[in-house]
């Protein structure tokens, strides 16, 4: 049987979190952007739950092996990688089949591919250029910047979460704690999609909910932070930097259904959650194994 966390250790973890995040926080209200500062503000705090994991470790004399800092198998970063690339296709493919949002958006390709410097403008050369351009360099600040939140939320919180609750609890959860973190921007900054506050924050806590329990799987599968930290800069990039910018509103319909505060991609990514949640078994019966081998999750 493994022994269970100290009960201190995850207060002290939100405790720090707060703590953390509470200037970041401050700055993004009072600009109104989660892009001010040059978007230094929200690295900041997209950084905070993860030094707040290592501040804790560090107060609590802990392993720095709590976090899973070791790659692990390959097979599971580039499942990290994959995974939202087919949660987020299939979502919007069903938005534009269903005339919910349009595409291709020409003003927004004549945009981005001035920002590129490109002299390309036909969709059917730009958007495949386009996908795979951005798929792979912009996934480098997308990890990098994941990765504070990953260690805090996947690397930290989930395995103790898990180990005290069990996997279902630990998934609402952490998915929860995660999606209020997120509340402050939707509230008080321009976090949306335009669509009313309540709306955004109902469909976004539910998407966030589901990527949380595919996450908290690739962590105790792979015993590993870095697919779920792959995972994170893949979700921000196919949704925020690739298939929203290529969707054209189609009324006020399109902000409800759309990127990540619309109905459709908590539907997508709560199947994917479902098929993994079957599989919660193996994920922390692989936890518990590593935790009996080597103290750590």
């Keep these: 049987m493994t022994e269970r966390p100290a009960r201190s250790i995850l207060p002290t973890f939100f405790a720090l979190t707060i703590a953390f995040c509470a200037l970041p926080w401050a700055l993004i209200i009072y600009s109104g952007d989660v892009g001010g500062g040059g978007a230094g503000y929200v690295y900041a705090l997209m950084w905070g739950p993860g030094l707040a994991a290592i501040a804790t470790i560090w107060l609590k004399k802990r392993d720095i092996g709590l976090l899973g800092l070791g790659w692990g198998r390959s097979r599971y970063p580039l499942l990290g990688y994959l995974i939202p690339i087919g949660y987020s296709a299939v979502a919007y493919i069903l938005i534009w089949l269903t005339g919910l949002g349009g595409f291709p958006n020409m003003e927004n390709i004549g945009k981005l591919a001035a920002g590129l410097g490109w002299g390309i403008t036909d969709p059917a050369l730009f958007i495949p250029l386009f996908i795979l351009f951005i798929g792979t360099t912009s996934m480098l600040t997308g990890i990098a910047s994941g990765l504070g939140e990953e260690i805090g939320w996947r690397g930290f919180m989930a395995p103790q979460l898990v180990q005290r609750f069990g996997f279902t609890s630990a998934g609402l959860l952490g998915g929860l704690v995660w999606a209020a ?110 935790i009996a081998r080597t103290g750590n999750p």
Excluded at 209 to 227: D, K
Excluded at 237 to 260: H, K, M, N, S, W
Aim: aromatic letters at 20%; charged letters at 10%.
């Design 181 to 290: 973190w997120h509340f402050p921007l939707i509230l008080f900054a321009n976090y949306n999609f335009g669509a009313p506050a309540w709306y955004s924050i109902f469909c976004f806590t539910i998407m966030v909910t589901f990527v949380g329990f595919i996450m908290q799987w690739l962590r105790l599968e792979s015993g590993s932070v870095w697919p779920a930290a792959i995972m994170h800069g893949s979700h921000n990039v196919f949704i925020q930097t690739i298939f929203t910018p290529l969707t054209f509103a189609r009324g006020d319909q399109t902000a409800y259904a759309i990127d990540e505060f619309g109905f459709m991609l908590p539907i997508v990514t709560g199947v994917v959650a479902f098929y993994l949640w079957t599989k919660r078994d193996h994920a922390v019966a692989a936890m518990n194994e590593r």
